[in-house]
Each structure stands twice: as structure tokens, then as C-alpha cells.
């Protein structure tokens, strides 16, 4: 399912793994424990391809793995420009925005939250409303709820 080989990686001369090799099979759960700062992030953004590697080898299975990652921060995850309706219409591709709607409205967004821009440092603009957005027309999301952005583009993703 998934193969790690020789890998090393690290940043500014600092490294995080040397010469790490893994092989998780499938029906296999693993746990990625340690300190802050140990690099459980790194190599979950290294296994999803979103980083590369410095020395070595990462490869997933052959049969249809959608590989999905939940960021730690997520107001760094989402584009600050797109409106949460924005943002999962890219991600979803060819999907009617009924669809869509129905979605994240399962996810507690209300119709005037769907259209709220996700910029960082929002909380402190103005109060949370119950839809999960900010009140006095805040036109930005509160940072609790990216996760339920984030979590509804999880959804979305059911190809490779």
C-alpha cells in the first residue's frame, strides 16, 4: 500500500530522518507519534507528494489509493481569496453546485456561509455566529470552521 525507501529529508541543514525505511500493507494502521517538531507533518506531506524528498524513495499502491491529508493549520491549507462554495468547486471538478450545497450544508454551513472568504487572522474581527461565520458582516470564516472545509474537500476526493 505504501512504501518508504531510504528516505532523508530534513530544512536548513537540520534533518528529520535519515536513511528511513517503511512499508505499511494493506489493512495495516500505523501511528505517527512523537514530539513537536520531529517531522510527523513532514513526512505525511512527503507520502501525499506535496513535498519532495531529498534522498530516497516514496511510492503508494497500484490500486486506487486517494491519499488525503488534514493539515495542521488549515488557514494555511485553504485560498484566502475563494469563498468556501469557491473552494470546493475547485476541488470537486465536475460536480453540480447543488451537489456541493447539499454537502456543506451537511457540514453546518448555511447558505450566507457558503459564500464567506476563508482569510487568515478572521476570529478576531468580529463574533461567531451560529452558522460557524462572523458576525457585524464579517465576510470571512472564523478559524474553528476551516476544519470543516478542509474535512468536506476530504469528502470530495474519491479518485485518484
Known sequence: MATIEHLSHGYNGRPLFRDVSLEIGKGERIAIIGPNGCGKST???????????????????????VPNYFEQNQAEALD?????????????????VSDLKALLGRML???????????????????????????????????????????????????P
Open 43 to 65: 513526512l505525511l506531506r512527503l507520502l501525499m507528494g506535496r513535498e519532495a524528498p531529498q534522498e530516497g524513495a516514496i511510492g503508494l499502491g497500484e490500486h486506487s489509493i
Open 80 to 96: 484566502p481569496k475563494l469563498t468556501v462554495l469557491e473552494t470546493l468547486e475547485r476541488c470537486a471538478g465536475d460536480a453540480k
Open 109 to 159: 454551513f448555511s447558505g450566507t456561509a457558503m459564500d464567506k472568504k476563508a482569510r487568515r487572522g478572521a476570529a478576531s474581527v468580529g463574533e461567531e455566529g451560529a452558522d460557524g461565520g462572523l458576525r457585524r458582516g464579517g465576510r470571512s470564516l472564523a478559524r474553528r470552521v476551516f476544519g470543516r472545509v478542509r474535512a468536506s474537500m476530504s469528502l470530495l476526493r474519491t479518485t
